[in-house]
């Protein structure tokens, strides 16, 4: 018998650990997929070791240690896997509740390609923290859409 999560409790233990609401609710097979796939990318991209260097304020460092051909699988995994997180707790169905998700992958994405050449005021935001904040765009577009087509039908 699968217990229950809320939307809330679904995303932040898939923020966590992608695949760990899954496990919550007693889906075993997805939500191990979900862990293993988490821990190939994150150790071939070599992702922990990124993050430590960015929140140091190492984010050349970040970037030379970064495998993006590695980490681009990241933001759709990482994505999916909480929109599904999501959608188990969802008794409604709401429609369209993957935009926001969908549209927040594919900006993470290109705020990862873009990464290695963008600067801020001076200041190189790297490999971590400019995807980060590209999932702003995505989930405000997503929503919009989603608004949108819910207005049409």
């Known amino acids: 018998m699968k217990s229950s999560i809320t939307k809330l409790e679904g995303i932040l233990w898939s923020i966590a650990l992608p695949g760990f609401p899954q496990l919550l609710v007693g889906l075993w097979f997805k939500g191990a997929l979900f862990v293993i796939l988490e821990i190939i990318i994150n150790v071939q991209s070599n992702f922990n070791l990124g993050i430590m260097y960015s929140f140091l304020g190492e984010t050349h460092k970040s970037a030379e240690v970064i495998d993006y051909q590695w980490l681009m699988?990241?933001?759709?995994?990482?994505?999916?896997?909480m929109w599904d997180a999501y959608k188990l707790a969802d008794d409604k169905k709401d429609k369209y509740s993957f935009l926001p998700f969908v549209l927040s992958a594919y900006t993470v994405t290109v705020g990862l390609m873009y990464s290695p050449k963008v600067?801020?005021?001076?200041?190189?935001?790297?490999?971590?923290?400019?995807p980060i904040l590209f999932v702003i765009p995505g989930v405000l577009i997503g929503l919009l859409i989603r608004s949108a087509l819910l207005r049409l039908h």
């Open 73 to 81: 699988f990241y933001p759709c995994l990482y994505m999916f896997a």
């Open 119 to 130: 600067y801020l005021l001076g200041n190189f935001i790297g490999p971590i923290f400019l």
